[in-house]
């Protein structure tokens, strides 16, 4: 299975956002299989179909980030979070900025309802990581990005990683 390229800040494409998916068939589940392998060939945890260039709200996740539990992996379709509880700010990466690592403030309790790869509408409680995870992902459906979401005092502590990542773009 050849791997999706995981797009790099401040590649357009990240700002798009994803559409409402409708189809539910074997390309759907495709794509959900290679982007876990694409997030677990990056060492992720979770990945956003925007993430890889395609405009469609679906993202997969494992809070583990191992391969080996595949029990832990979820494909959300068209998420949407019914209920939030609670704040916290805690440590984020992304995929999407490599070699960056910032505080993110992160509803601590969610509930989120969303479709299952077969278009069967799902609900699930999720609270602490599994929530973070979730809510990071769901951005990335709406093309917001973790730089959005940071201090200003983390905004100007990785100023120059983003320029670093912008400058890479641009002679790309």
Known sequence: MEPLEVLVYPHPALRRG????TA????????????????YDEIGCGLAAPQVGIEQKLLVLNPSGDKSKR????A???PRILKKKGRE????????FPGIRAEVERHVDITVVYQDLDGKEQSLK???FLARVIQHEMDHLEGVLMVDRLSAADKLRVRGKLE???QRYARS
């Open 18 to 21: 994803g559409q409402t998916v």
């Open 24 to 39: 539910f068939d074997q390309d759907l589940r495709a794509l959900a299989a290679k982007m876990m392998e694409s997030m």
């Open 71 to 74: 029990e832990e992996e979820l």
């Open 76 to 78: 959300l379709v068209n």
């Open 89 to 96: 700010w805690d440590d984020e990466g992304c995929l999407s």
């Open 126 to 128: 999720a609270s602490g």
């Open 164 to 166: 670093e990542l912008e």
